[in-house]
C-alpha cells in the first residue's frame, strides 16, 4: 500500500485527460493532478474517483509513468514485499463527547499477491482489519514497459475482483 499512500494529491491543479474506459456517464470523476506526492520521475497522467453515490463501492483508479532510474526503483518497491506491507503508525484525532481523543489506527492483515497477464506485472494487495471489523481495501498495481519508460495503474476500491477489472480497463489507455 506504500504506492497507494503516495498517491495522494496536494492542491489543486489541471485536470488530467481522465481515462477513457471509466467513463463520466459511468460515474467516474477526473480529479486535479495538481502536485501529486510523488517522487521526482514519476509523472501523473490521470486520476478518477467514483464516489459511492455514483458507483456500487467508491474506487480510485490512477495512472502514472516513470522512465530510466527511476522506472527501475519503482519496479523495486514494488516487488518488495516488506515495503508493501509497511505501515506507518498515526494517531486518529476522534472528537468523543466534546473532548478530542487520539488513538493508533486499527491493525491490519495485508495480504500481497503477484502474477502476470496480458504482457503486465500485476501486484494485489489486500489490507482486512484484523478482528473482522471494519472495512477492507484492495488495490492492484498493473505495470507494463514501453522502452524505458515504466507505466503503472493503481486501482483502489473494496472488491478484489472490481479492482483488478478496473485496473485492467484503465491499462487500455495505455
Given amino acids: ?37 510523488l517522487n521526482d520521475g514519476i509523472q501523473p497522467k490521470a486520476l478518477v474517483i467514483c464516489p459511492r453515490e455514483r458507483c456500487a463501492a467508491m474506487s480510485v483508479v490512477a495512472m502514472f509513468e516513470a522512465e530510466g532510474r527511476m522506472a527501475l526503483a519503482l519496479e523495486r518497491s514494488l516487488a518488495d514485499d516488506t515495503l508493501l506491507t509497511q505501515r506507518k503508525t498515526r494517531l ?9 481523543v487520539k488513538k493508533p489506527d486499527a491493525a491490519a492483515t495485508t495480504r500481497i499477491e503477484r502474477f502476470s497477464m496480458d504482457g503486465m506485472a500485476a501486484t494485489r494487495v489486500a489490507l482486512v482489519p484484523s478482528g473482522g471489523t471494519g472495512n477492507r481495501a484492495h488495490a492492484v498495481v498493473l505495470t507494463r514497459r514501453f522502452g524505458a519508460t515504466l507505466k503503472a495503474v493503481l486501482a483502489v476500491t473494496t472488491d478484489p475482483d472490481l479492482a483488478l477489472q478496473q485496473a485492467r480497463l484503465a491499462a487500455k489507455d495505455w
Avoid at 496536494?10 to 477513457?20: E, F, K, L, S, T
Avoid at 486518529?92 to 478530542?100: D, E, F, H, L, Q
Fill in 1 to 37: 500500500m506504500a504506492v497507494a499512500l503516495a498517491l495522494g494529491v496536494q492542491g489543486c491543479g489541471a485536470y488530467g485527460a481522465g481515462v477513457r474506459e471509466l467513463a463520466f456517464a459511468d460515474g467516474w470523476l477526473p480529479l486535479p493532478l495538481g502536485r501529486w506526492l
Fill in 92 to 100: 486518529v484525532t476522534r472528537t468523543i463527547g466534546g473532548k478530542y
